[in-house]
């Protein structure tokens, strides 16, 4: 049974998808575009970017976990040419050592730059099982 959970400083779903959902240790955090919890995009893949890595910060902790505790990002990048850009903006987010990393570039939905995913490890019987915005 889902669980709802207060999400207000993420972007609401696109789709028919859980902004984060756990089994056991496990947080699969969903991968919203670089858009802040309003729906706006930022003006440049920078913008966006932070941005991107912000929003699974905010489901990780929803999910019982902190970013010391991601394992694994997946980020998807319109222009590969914004990978040194990706580079520069991670150490804000993610401290030493860092989670596994793959990045690929993808079509994204128009004025979309970048879209992050992640897995974390929780702490057991911390956050929800579900977290949807609500």
Known sequence: MNS???HDALPPPA????????????AALAGPPGT????HLGASAAEQIR???SNPRTAVHAAG?????VIS??????????FAGLNRCCPETFGHPYPARTTGGARLPPGV??????????????GHRYGHHG
């Open 4 to 6: 709802p959970a207060s």
């Open 15 to 26: 789709g028919p998808y859980s902004q984060w959902a756990r089994r056991d240790s496990m």
């Open 36 to 39: 802040d919890h309003a729906g």
């Open 51 to 53: 941005q991107a890595l």
């Open 65 to 69: 976990a902190g970013v010391a505790d």
């Open 73 to 82: 990002v997946r980020v998807n990048l319109a222009d590969p040419g914004d």
């Open 113 to 126: 730059l970048a879209g992050i995913d992640a897995l974390a490890v929780t702490r057991p019987g911390a």
